[in-house]
């Protein structure tokens, strides 16, 4: 059997520690996987690329891990491997409950990919690296034939989409080329391409924003910065609590509930919420968390105020992160109509609450707030270029505010068509793939198959970012690691009962 993973980071990572151990040991067929990835380095993909230290994880080092089964895997690797990475990350303080670099995950993933390649020859896996990007796929008879931009063809029985989060397709912009960045990635790169006296505007609020934001001033940048977030949403700052064990938000209440109630609303998924953060509280309601809460008016007093809540623990911050593990459920049980709503009207306000920040980087941009030299602007706008091409974003108010750069920090766009990929391009004229209503491109809920055009099986599969509109959050390291778990166990049961059945059969013609 012939296997082609496009994109190699922590997903396909999960999926083939997954695979390898789904191969029955009586039954060990030899298989060949072709692990394509563009940018050259396998395991840390886009989200862990080396880049500077000050892009921190938002998970703490004890819990971050790729393996369902081995907990403190990232922590234990720390521990044991301190000579290769001291060096290169002088400043981080390895404790469980400490924020690595997101660079030294990067590291300790592409340690695991190749110590995974080595460990997949002893189940007849062997795992072929192959540096290039995969632009188009198609099915000639019952083979995938996947074509690379260095004009290589592979031909496998599988394919297996694990691309991550893709960039947006650069927005049209009438003024100068390069004063608009399409991202703020790698961040190292910022100080070469913007001079440290400039105006600098960011567009977007969330996490890549703050990575910009820091990794902009601790190099150096001295000009005026300024946060440009339509939602005018700020991401919380994290608390020192644990983790909990839900009791209402759990697989089996939320069955009993849709048994009882049919699909669900947006109101019963708040209900539940509250329950549960009231059982995590013992009774009180958090006075920091009121339900839908309202973007903050003074970005200062609002990271004051969160940065003082977070010496504490924050009970209802477990409760958002063990939603982790029915995420998708709750997503499935939801309206339709619902989830439209959500998307449109609370996403932001949901992000910024379950995606919180350490507070070493919430203590910075409080820093650099005070200091005057980073600025922060609620509201809708439009951007436009100024009579030097420089960029300039007019304000709802008429407002027109100059910058020399603008960097888009607003992420990955849900809908397929906004994302820059010849790939996904190919695959959806070819009808190989179609897009999901609400982002992404539809997949399989059980077995993971793209929903193509045609009827039939498509032997292709996806995982991570871009199932987002079937899965809703697929932003998180642990719930990517699930679904790959969950696709490499469907995948190895539907291969090998086939081989069991295919060696009955001829048991029983001999
Ligand atoms: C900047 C950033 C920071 C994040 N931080 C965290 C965090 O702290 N904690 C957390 O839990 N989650 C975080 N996430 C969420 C992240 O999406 C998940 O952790 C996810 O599991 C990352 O793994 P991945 O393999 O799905 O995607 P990626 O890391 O995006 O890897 C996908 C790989 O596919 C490659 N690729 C794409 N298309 C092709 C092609 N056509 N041909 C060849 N190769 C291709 C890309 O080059 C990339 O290396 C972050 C995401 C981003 C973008």
Not at 142 to 161: E, G, M, P, Q, W
Not at 230 to 249: A, D, E, N
Not at 340 to 369: C, H, K, Q, W
Request: contains cysteine; glycine residues 8%; charged residues 20%.
């Amino acid at each position: 059997m012939v296997i082609t993973i496009v994109g190699g980071g922590a997903t396909a990572l999960a999926f083939l520690y997954n695979y390898i151990a789904s191969v029955p040991s009586g039954q060990q067929p030899e298989t060949t996987v072709y692990l394509v990835e563009k940018r050259g380095v396998f395991g840390p993909g886009a989200a862990y690329a080396r880049d500077v230290s000050s892009n921190l994880l938002n998970t703490k080092t004890g819990f971050i891990t790729p393996f369902h089964d081995r907990p403190g895997d990232f922590y234990n690797w720390l521990r044991e491997n301190e000579w290769a990475w001291w060096r290169n990350f002088p400043a981080f303080d390895l404790h469980p409950d400490s924020y690595a670099p997101r660079p030294l995950f990067g590291m300790y993933l592409q340690a695991k990919m190749a110590w995974m390649v080595k460990h997949a020859l002893t189940v007849n896996v062997r795992i072929i690296q192959v540096d290039a990007e995969v632009n188009d796929i198609a099915m000639v008879g019952n083979s995938c034939v996947a074509r690379t931009n260095c004009s290589l063809t592979l031909t496998s029985d599988h394919v297996f989409l694990c691309c991550g989060t893709l960039p947006a397709k650069p927005a049209a912009f009438a003024g100068e080329v390069g004063r608009i960045l399409p991202s703020p990635y790698p961040v190292a790169e910022l100080p070469h391409r913007i001079a440290p006296d400039a105006n600098v505007g960011i567009v977007g609020a969330r996490l890549s924003c703050i990575d910009a934001v820091i990794g902009l001033v601790e190099s150096g940048h001295r000009g005026p910065i300024a946060i440009h977030s339509r939602s005018g949403y700020f991401p919380c700052v994290r608390g020192t609590q644990g983790r909990i064990v839900p009791k209402f938000l759990e697989q089996g209440h939320l069955e009993a509930l849709v048994r009882q109630k049919g699909r669900l609303r947006l109101t019963d998924i708040v209900d539940l919420v509250r329950q549960e953060i009231a059982h995590a509280t013992q009774g009180d309601l958090p006075r920091d968390m009121p339900l839908p809460p309202a973007p903050p008016k003074d970005l200062a007093a609002y990271l004051e105020q969160e940065i003082e809540l977070a010496r504490s623990p924050r009970p209802w911050q477990a409760v958002l992160y063990s939603t982790n593990a029915v995420i998708d459920q709750l997503w499935m049980a939801l309206r339709d109509s619902d989830k439209g709503l959500f998307l449109s009207d609370y996403f932001s306000a949901f992000m910024s609450y379950r995606v919180s920040i350490p507070t070493e980087n919430a203590a910075r941009i409080l820093r650099y707030l005070k200091s005057g030299q980073l600025s922060f602007h609620a509201g809708e706008f439009a951007i436009e270029a100024d009579g030097d091409g420089k960029p300039v974003i007019r304000t709802s108010s008429q407002a027109a505010l100059g910058y020399d750069y603008l960097i888009n920090a607003t992420g990955s766009p849900r809908a397929t068509k906004r994302l820059e990929s010849t790939l996904l391009a190919n695959l959806l004229q070819r009808g190989m793939a179609v897009e999901h209503p609400l982002g992404g491109i539809a997949v399989d809920r059980h077995n993971y198959e793209v929903i193509g055009r045609f009827p039939g099986k498509t032997r292709l599969h996806a995982m991570g970012e871009l199932t987002t509109g079937t899965f809703f959050f697929t932003s998180a390291l642990d719930i990517n690691a699930r679904h790959a778990r969950n696709c490499a166990t469907a995948f190895a049961a539907s291969v090998f009962r086939q081989d069991s059945v295919g060696m009955e059969q001829a048991a029983a013609a001999g």
